[in-house]
């Protein structure tokens, strides 16, 4: 699957919107699934009958894959099975655009989606108020018209399978024609505000990596997968963002994610994965595919998540990586040589920062907040910057290495925070985003400080260079997360 590039000559030149359509038409029938009605419903029940997936009870948002249905729509059917005997009167489908190049979100301007299973209604009561009151989430045609080089078919692709198992609904088609956390955001926190008390499902549709050989196809995905289930969408974004993990449905998910949150969702459940090579048996360039069900937690339900843990040996061997990173860094200008041993405990990917201090006084101190290298690495790496690229700091000289403190903070997955009454001092580090601007604190700071929450949150938007009430901004996004924190000068977790 083909990505597209934003061009600016697309976007600001001569092209003008595409006319609407009043129904819009299939556009891979007899290629991504059949186009005789018959045939097509025997292929969709026949994977519903063969799907089997937990029971879950409060389904708020399903992501399901959208290739050509003999690769994956048995794992599409995982997420759709869950639907039997339920009722949906309406269903927002959100997908990726692979063909036309915008820098919006596109939500559907015609009045039907049509397959070989019949039309399927456009609630355009709901597509006009989605897509009211500026922004950039329009009633477009782009990304949905169906042209003579333009079959886009990750919308479409979900369809037979609402029609099989719902009957009746309306649809409220959207495509993203960006990938970055703004657009998501702002589509899932609008949605949430209008489905909230309506029966609405939430669909978003996206395969995962594209092309790459079955063993490390199987490794990216899972990482993906891992972080959906552990709710850290902001990640999930940047990673997307950066290439470092695949989906071409990323801003999608993400969108949906945020939008279910929202609504009280709080689990993520894995139903099924495969990729194209356990279908065809060619395992040189491979699809992955994800089922993925987003839900309400039984009332009284514990969280079943398990806390981060580092044994005494593992701690020091990352404390002594992080000497060796700055002495080498500082000596030689150059990042430490160290190549991650396959069997060693240490290859989870988690974010982590380095503080370095001098007699006690801070001299350092940088991360990274996502979980994008093997643990190792990342403290490698951030203990060299932390040495030589904090700019509140001038760099680190020979003299100083043998006067320097270390300290190491392992991250958790970030959580947005729904109410500030919930920060624990000493226990919870804060990420605040707004916009393009971003801060950060670890955990051990607000405790260093003697800060209470508010002026620990003030903090927070101090070092985001925000104003000091940022936080009660409804535009403000603040996450929560814990650290597991050591060093020379150790501290009791």
């Known amino acids: 699957m083909k990505r597209v590039l934003l061009v600016a000559a697309l976007l600001f030149g001569a092209a003008s919107c595409a006319r609407p359509q009043a129904v819009r038409e299939p556009a891979v029938a007899g290629s991504f699934y059949p186009a005789d009605a018959k045939e097509l419903a025997a292929m969709v029940d026949g994977f519903l009958a063969k799907a089997q997936p937990p029971p879950i009870k409060d389904v708020v948002a399903l992501v399901s894959p959208h290739a050509g249905y003999v690769y994956s729509g048995q794992v599409a059917a995982y997420s ?55 922004g950039s989430i329009r009633l477009s045609g782009h990304g949905h018209t169906v042209t003579a080089d333009k079959h886009e078919h990750a919308l479409e692709d979900q369809l037979p399978f609402l029609q099989r198992v719902l ?125 993925v069900a987003f839900s309400k937690a039984p009332a009284g339900a514990a969280s079943a998540r398990a806390e981060f843990t580092l044994n005494d040996k593992e701690k020091e061997e990352l404390l002594s990586l992080a000497r060796r990173s700055v002495e080498t860094a500082v000596k030689e200008h150059k990042f430490y040589d160290y190549t991650v041993d396959g069997s060693s405990s240490l290859t989870q990917e988690r974010g982590a920062f380095v503080t370095l201090k001098e007699h006690g006084v801070l001299r350092g101190c940088i991360g990274y907040t996502a979980p994008i290298k093997p643990l190792p690495l990342v403290v490698r790496d951030v203990a060299a910057y932390a040495a030589l690229e904090d700019h509140r700091f001038r760099p680190v000289v020979t003299a100083e290495l043998g006067e320097l403190e270390y300290e190491i903070s392992v991250l958790s997955p970030l959580r947005r925070l729904s109410d500030t009454k919930q920060v624990e001092i000493g226990k919870h580090g804060l ?34 260079d925000l104003p000091l009430d940022a936080w009660r901004d409804p535009a403000s996004d603040i996450f929560t997360f814990t650290a597991l924190v050591f060093g020379d000068r150790a501290r009791r977790q």
């Open 80 to 134: 759709y099975a869950l639907l039997k005997g339920r009722k949906f009167s309406r269903v927002v489908v959100i997908a990726p655009t692979h063909y036309d190049a915008f820098d919006f979100t596109a939500v559907f301007d015609g009045s039907a989606y049509k397959t070989p299973l019949g039309a399927v209604p456009v609630d355009r009561a709901f597509a006009a108020k989605l897509a009211s009151g500026g």
């Open 167 to 291: 009957g009746q609904f309306e649809l409220v088609p959207v495509v993203m024609g960006r990938q970055d956390y703004g657009a998501s955001r702002e589509l899932g926190v609008k949605l949430a505000k209008l489905i909230a008390g309506t029966d609405t499902l939430i669909v978003a549709s996206s395969d995962m990596s594209h092309y790459h050989p079955y063993d490390y196809a199987e490794k990216v995905d899972h990482k993906t997968l891992r972080a959906i289930e552990e709710w850290d969408y902001l990640s999930l974004s940047r990673n997307f963002e950066r290439n470092i993990w695949e989906a071409c449905g990323g801003a999608p998910i993400v969108a949906a994610m945020i939008a279910s949150e929202r609504l009280g969702a709080t689990e993520a459940t894995v139903l099924k994965y495969a990729n194209s090579g356990d279908i065809t048996g060619d395992k040189t360039r491979v699809v992955g595919y994800g089922a």
């Open 431 to 464: 990420l605040i985003v707004r916009g393009d601007k971003e801060g950060i604190l670890l955990p051990q700071v607000a405790s260093d400080e003697h800060w209470d929450r508010k002026t620990f949150l003030e903090q927070l938007c101090l070092k985001a």
